[in-house]
């Protein structure tokens, strides 16, 4: 299991700067332990590492005042958006300064004649998109989680609409930033391409915020469809249910989602949710389009999933259905647990080429079932993401321990398969000692330019790369 390691404090200048900030910012900044704990909070086995103080800003300019203090006395900023990340990223291993982004929730302008909006990191993805419902518009990025768009932007996250629509990287024409010096700057505009420069914008985005805070975002929209057709259908194994999947993406059907729930996946679903679906290997779909194109499209994945033993192969475009399926698929992390209650849900996520897809979760359920693990298995598989749920009694050491083996020899087996250890997710502390293995050589040029732009490692110390070559403050 990662144990994340504290990384030396700046006691003096901790203290100088919480001192200042505590003057400016009066009762928006906390000191008490429990909002300190909500912020260093992570949804994985990672030990909480608290902050020192939270400060909740309500603008670019705030933002900038805080990182330049912090900056000068060389203390810690770790951005902070809505706590739904799963690597670690919001631990302050070496103590420091949490910025919430959370007050910063306007939608400052759509442009809906150009497709395309500007928000405020805080603002969330469902927040957009009920605020762009009655223009005919949607932001189509659905990680599931209700997240901020800043952290979506910082964790370059996808979702269930990725495999037709991209990920945040696809989404963002623009950003604005208070880099390391508390200097603010704007990585473009909303040109729908550009070729000035260093593309600044996608060094951000992904970036975690260790190499500055985002501020504000100019997003790419989509028309609603005039028609949305939803399906499902079972299948005898996995393995087949991944073939049916690598099939329709070679058709070059044009999907908006294609989404797999394993065995014990179904079981909950059914059982939290109360669907009565077959409890074999499922595939849920979704097609975007004129009402007959999509229908058009639902059916020729029918016939594809024929091919591959499919059954209970079931199509609408009732608004009701669609949403009750989608809203099962949601409530994923909240079914499994009902699986194995008391158990704590240890979610991680590696991704490979749809070639490899079908051995990839096969041999990963069998690899779980080996080591006694309860392991169900969800994904994006439409372009070859999928998430492993471990449900682990932290209270077993051995089991523990099997489960540690288990997530390490999944990233191993991801990154053998040319994939990533982690598809959405992202590094955070938890897949760190993954990143050289897939990268080799190329972790130590974004050292570099974390070196470069953040030379006292102040900006969320301790994610993505190692420390090892720092003097911290």
């Not at 600044?200 to 100019?218: K, P, Q, S």
């Not at 259905?321 to 809203?327: G, P, S, V």
Request: a negative charge; one cysteine or more; glycine letters at 10%.
């Amino acid at each position: 299991m990662v144990q994340a390691a504290a990384l030396p404090r700046n006691e003096a200048g901790i203290e100088t700067a919480v001192s200042i900030l505590k003057q400016k910012f009066g009762d928006r900044l906390q000191t008490g332990e429990s909002v300190r704990e909500q912020h260093g909070h992570t949804t994985t086995w990672i030990n909480n590492q608290v902050p020192d103080a939270v400060v909740f800003p309500r603008s670019t300019a705030e933002v900038s005042e805080i990182v330049k203090i912090c900056a000068l006395h060389k203390v810690p900023v770790i951005a902070f958006g809505t706590g739904t990340s799963l690597e670690g990223h919001v631990n302050a291993p070496a103590g420091g300064i949490s910025v919430d982004l959370g007050q910063m929730d306007q939608v400052l302008a759509v442009h809906a004649g150009d497709l395309d909006c500007v928000v405020q990191p805080g603002v969330t993805r469902e927040d957009l998109n009920t605020h762009l419902r009655d223009q005919g518009l949607f932001f189509p990025i659905d990680p599931g989680a209700n997240a901020s768009l800043g952290g979506m932007a910082a964790t370059r996250a996808s979702g269930t609409n990725a495999v037709r629509y991209g990920t945040m990287k696809d989404n963002i024409l623009s950003l604005e930033a208070v880099m390391p010096d508390g200097q603010i700057i704007r990585t473009g505009h909303r040109a729908r391409k550009s070729s000035a420069g260093y593309d600044l914008t996608r060094l951000l985005i992904g970036a975690e915020g260790t190499l500055g805070i985002i501020t504000e975002l100019t997003l790419r929209l989509q028309g609603i469809p005039e028609a949305i057709t939803s399906a499902r259908c079972s299948f005898p194994t996995v393995d087949a249910a991944c073939q049916a999947v690598m099939m329709t993406i070679q058709y070059g059907v044009p999907v908006a989602r294609i989404e797999l729930l394993d065995e014990l996946s179904v079981k909950a679903a059914n059982a939290y949710s109360g669907l009565n679906l077959p409890e074999t290997s499922l595939l849920l779909l979704e097609f975007h389009g004129s009402e007959s194109g999509a229908v058009e499209q639902a059916e020729t994945f029918g016939q594809i999933a024929d091919e591959f033993g499919g059954t209970d192969f079931a199509a609408t475009s009732t608004t009701e259905e669609r949403n009750k399926l989608w809203q099962a698929r949601h409530d994923m992390y909240w079914a499994s647990l009902q699986l194995r209650p008391g158990a704590r849900g240890i979610s991680t996520d590696v991704c490979v080429p749809i070639s490899r897809l079908a051995e990839c979760v096969t041999t990963t359920r069998d690899k779980a079932k080996e080591l006694g693990l309860m392991a169900p298995i969800v994904g994006h598989v439409g372009d070859g993401n999928f998430h492993t749920l471990l449900l682990i009694d932290m209270d077993n050491a051995d089991e523990v321990a099997r489960a540690d083996g288990f997530v390490g020899w999944l990233n191993d087996l991801a990154i053998s398969m040319e994939g990533t250890c982690t598809g959405e997710h992202g590094i955070g502390q938890g897949k760190r000692p993954y990143l050289i293995k897939e990268l080799g050589a190329a972790v130590s040029y974004m050292d570099a330019i974390k070196k470069a732009l953040d030379p006292d490692n102040i900006m969320n110390p301790g994610k993505i790369l190692s420390n090892a070559d720092f003097d911290h403050c």
